[in-house]
């Protein structure tokens, strides 16, 4: 049973950072892909930064890119999401997300809808 768990969110102030962690059980293959996603409140849930565990490649939101650095640790099966100069717009639930990746590394980049697995969320708050 694939069981993801995340942490790391809270209340920041604008230009501040933040990590999100990520720690995943029950992946039995490396030929995965594991993704941050996250949801406003009255909006569709969107993707933030995706990486293939084996191929290294990732995607990330225009919105997002320069300012966040998604990573992994292999050893302990934790993806990592660096946040850095935070917007009040980053305000939302962060969500990690992963799935079995049989297309060569080209599942990142695909809708939240191509995940089948979930964590429960970290809350992330942005104060202006």
């Known amino acids: 049973q694939v069981q993801l768990v995340e942490s790391g969110g809270g209340l920041v102030q604008a230009g501040e950072s933040l990590r999100l962690s990520c720690t995943a059980s029950?992946?039995?293959?490396?030929?995965?892909?594991m993704g941050w996603f996250r949801q406003a409140p009255g909006k569709e849930r969107e993707g933030v930064s995706c990486i293939s565990w084996i191929y290294g490649t990732t995607d990330t939101s225009d919105s997002v890119k320069g300012r966040f650095t998604i990573s992994k640790d292999n050893a302990k099966n934790t993806l990592y999401l660096q946040m850095n100069s935070l917007k009040p717009e980053d305000t939302a639930m962060y969500y990690c997300?992963?799935?079995?990746?049989?297309?060569?590394?080209?599942?990142?980049?695909?809708?939240?809808?191509?995940?089948?697995?979930w964590g429960q969320g970290t809350q992330v708050t942005v104060a202006s």
């Open positions: 997300a992963a799935e079995f990746d049989y297309s060569g590394g080209h599942l990142c980049g695909a809708p939240p809808t191509d995940f089948g697995y």
């Open positions: 029950g992946l039995t293959s490396d030929d995965y892909a």
